[in-house]
């Protein structure tokens, strides 16, 4: 069955850096792009990195551009977020995710605290 497992979530003080990654299972990994979301407290879950089958193209949302950078190695069926520059606001919960046969499939989230 399909599984993605986070993990590197940590507590960060501002304008520090953390790596996230993600340990994908039970698909043909390569073949799907992968995507990574997060939510914050109180407040809805969003998009905020994708990475298409090959890591040919990336796409980020404003709030992170510029300081997220997302990648995958398919030999290791892991995807990754740099996070660089790290702010109060990105306090979230990240998850990873993939759509396969129009079902999405988060991991359980790993939490991310930034805060002095």
């Known amino acids: 069955q399909v599984q993605l497992v986070e993990s590197g979530g940590d507590l960060v003080q501002p304008g520090g850096s953390l790596r996230l990654s993600c340990l994908a299972s039970g698909f043909a990994f390569n073949t799907y792009a992968m995507y990574w979301y997060r939510q914050p407290p109180g407040k809805e879950r969003l998009l905020i990195a994708t990475?298409?089958?090959?890591?040919?193209?990336?796409y980020y949302a404003d709030s992170v551009k510029g300081r997220f950078t997302i990648s995958r190695d398919d030999a290791r069926n892991t995807v990754y977020l740099q996070m660089n520059s790290l702010q109060p606001e990105d306090t979230a919960v990240y998850y990873c995710?993939?759509?396969?046969?129009?079902?999405?499939?988060y991991g359980q989230g790993t939490q991310v605290t930034v805060s002095s």
């Open positions: 990475i298409t089958d090959h890591g040919r193209f990336t």
């Open positions: 995710n993939t759509l396969i046969d129009l079902t999405n499939y």
